[in-house]
């Protein structure tokens, strides 16, 4: 990322940003009504002092008692605008916050399946819960510091004009040189933060992968090899922090020291002036008061353009998410909730990108309303490819897939996806209770649930945990062996009711028993569910109606049990390999 892009980046970032705080915008407006409130009094500071040293020293000057008076009345008119705005300047910040959140969780949820298999999940969860938060607290920080200091300056400013245009006027040259100095420094700060931001990241993602596979790594008594690239990854983000420290450290002195030196500039014309016309020390006093809290106000002012840029850093990456590739929902036709659940695929061929073969090649199959259908074949062969596909998370390059004989590209994906009811080969837990694993995004259903449990044998188990359905399964069900995480993915299936049901693998993790009582369960509902089976272990296909036999995406054979036996092609082979391992 170049700086340059950068720069030429954020009007629309902010323009985009700005677009969360839009419906919220009453809040900023009367947050700034506030602050010029409080603004307003700062320029009877100097006055005030100017007038003390003026005439606060005769004797028969104003009584002393009015001197608190005015200065708590001052301060207690400042803190009751101060408060009001900040407390409005959050509220604003915090409701534009949670819009900002919502639109990244809309476009997650609508993302293309693609990039999903791109992204690592440390970014989502980065993009999403870190970033909105970061962004709230750079940008409020220095919106705060515009209101709070900038607008008070611009007051101060005002009334040094007011004071003495002339000199006013001439303090001015320092500006244009403090500003060029800033930008150099600037420009150094953006580059660098959002290299820092982007090596955070690798560092997120690293320690996200630590955390998923930490099994993995112990198994493989790995810690020191995980320490180093830990460490490597660390390293860099460390030297990229202090870069961009060095840069940030670096814009304070610098900008002092040109205030430094217009500040003694400005101080010898004023009272050479002041000697020349004879003006007394009130005049003095006061212009030199209000110059020193100017100069203190821009002094915090001066440090704005670093948060603001790493605001912009990271809310481009929030908006690249927004802008990512939304899935293709380019169906109009609905389906009945309950469609007769006959499948077909003709010459489907599916290429994923940067793959040198396709994954799926010319191949037609049809999975008939009510059957049982089963894929095996050697791993890679394309089964959950197929599975992919018919659930409409990617498209085929050539060929089409037709339920009930109408194109499943011109169905609305919702309406596609309702006939479906899918145990996946990798299984998917929330972190949630067993019972809203099960009835997960639908209605909540006592006695189904139950029937859904004992279909997958499950409801014994369940019936020993401490809060029984209630019970929370942990991170992506954690607390469950691997056979249990099966059994709730199938009783999640079971309880959707849907026309059609695909088990990937479903029961591979499975005692025998429990895998007999699941295709009982399954077998009762035989001739009402299309049923697609993929599985290793041929003797749970036996009974299938059909057996197709994939390699390398494409059709070997097909047959029942019996009549593939009989043939003594690929499959009598694979049931002799499996027959002979046990
Ligand atoms: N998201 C993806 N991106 C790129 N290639 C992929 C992707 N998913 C699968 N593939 C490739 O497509 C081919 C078919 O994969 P698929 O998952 O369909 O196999 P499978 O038959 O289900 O295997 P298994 O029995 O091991 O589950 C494989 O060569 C695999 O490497
Ligand atoms: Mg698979």
């Known amino acids: 990322m170049s700086p340059d892009?950068?720069?030429?980046?954020?009007?629309?970032v902010s323009r985009r940003l700005g677009q969360f705080v839009y419906p919220h915008r009453w809040g900023a407006v009367l947050t700034v009504l506030a602050y010029v409130g409080a603004a307003a009094t700062e320029p009877m500071i100097p006055k005030l002092i100017g007038y003390a040293f003026g005439e606060g020293f005769a004797k028969d000057a104003f009584p002393l008692w009015m001197i608190p008076v005015v200065l708590i009345g001052l301060y207690l008119i400042r803190g009751v605008f101060g408060f009001a705005g900040q407390y409005l300047f959050n509220w604003t910040v915090t409701r534009s916050v949670?819009?900002?959140?919502?639109?990244?969780?809309?476009?997650?949820?609508?993302?293309?399946?693609?990039?999903?298999?791109?992204?690592?999940?440390?970014?989502a969860v980065s993009k999403v819960v870190n970033d909105p938060q970061q962004i709230l607290q750079l940008v409020g920080d220095v919106g705060m510091s515009i209101l709070r200091d900038g607008l008070p300056a611009i007051a101060m400013l005002a009334y040094l004009f007011y004071l003495n245009w002339q000199l006013t006027l001439l303090s001015l040259i320092v500006t244009p040189l403090m500003a060029f100095i800033m930008k150099k420094v600037n420009q150094r700060m953006r580059l660098m933060a959002s290299r820092s931001y982007d090596s955070q990241l690798l560092l997120v993602n690293k320690v996200d992968d630590l955390a998923r596979a930490w099994r993995v790594v112990r198994q493989f008594g790995a810690e020191a090899y995980e320490r180093q690239r830990?460490?490597?990854?660390?390293?860099?983000?460390?030297?990229?922090?202090?870069?961009t420290a060095t840069a940030a450290a670096l814009a304070q002195p610098l900008s002092q020291l040109v205030a430094a030196v217009g500040l003694s500039f400005i101080i010898c014309v004023t009272l050479w002036q002041a000697r020349a016309e004879g003006t007394g020390v009130q005049a003095f006093a006061e212009f030199v008061t209000a110059l020193l809290l100017l100069t203190s106000r821009l002094r915090h002012l001066s440090d704005l353009a670093a948060p603001l840029t790493r605001a912009a850093v990271i809310a481009k990456g929030c908006f690249e998410l927004m802008d990512a590739p939304k899935e293709v929902d380019g169906g109009t036709v609905e389906l009945p909730a309950h469609a007769h659940g006959e499948l077909v695929m003709q010459e489907v061929r599916l290429t994923y990108p940067g793959a040198a073969q396709p994954a799926l090649d010319g191949l037609s199959l049809a999975f008939p309303a009510g059957r049982t259908t089963a894929l095996v074949g050697a791993s890679g062969a394309g089964k959950s490819s197929i599975i992919h596909l018919l659930l409409g998370f990617g498209r085929p390059d050539a060929g089409r897939i037709l339920l009930d004989g109408i194109d499943t590209e011109t169905l609305t994906r919702l309406s596609l996806r309702r006939q479906f009811a899918v145990v996946s080969q990798d299984i998917v837990l929330f972190d949630d209770s067993v019972a809203n694993n099960i009835a997960y995004a639908q209605p909540r259903d006592e006695a189904r649930l139950e029937a859904a449990l004992r279909a997958a044998h499950l409801w014994d188990f369940v019936q020993t945990l401490p809060e029984g359905v209630e019970t929370a399964v942990g991170a992506n069900g954690s607390k469950l062996s691997g056979g249990q995480r099966q059994r709730l993915a199938i009783a999640r299936a079971l309880y959707k009711d849907a026309p059609i049901w695909i088990f990937d693998e479903a029961t591979s993790a499975l005692d025998t028993e429990s895998e007999r009582a699941v295709q009982q369960a399954l077998a009762a509902w035989s001739g009402r569910k299309t049923l697609i089976v993929i599985a290793h272990r041929l003797s749970t296909i036996r009974d299938a109606d059909a057996i197709h036999v994939l390699g390398a995406g494409q059709l070997l054979e097909s047959g029942t049990h019996a009549e593939l036996i009989a043939r003594d092609g690929a499959y009598a082979a694979m049931v002799r390999a499996q027959a002979g391992e046990a």
């Open 5 to 12: 892009a950068n720069v030429s980046a954020s009007p629309a």
């Open 98 to 123: 949670m819009d900002f959140r919502a639109a990244l969780v809309n476009a997650l949820l609508r993302l293309d399946a693609q990039i999903y298999t791109r992204m690592q999940p440390g970014t």
């Open 230 to 243: 830990f460490a490597d990854v660390a390293h860099e983000v460390r030297r990229n922090n202090l870069k």
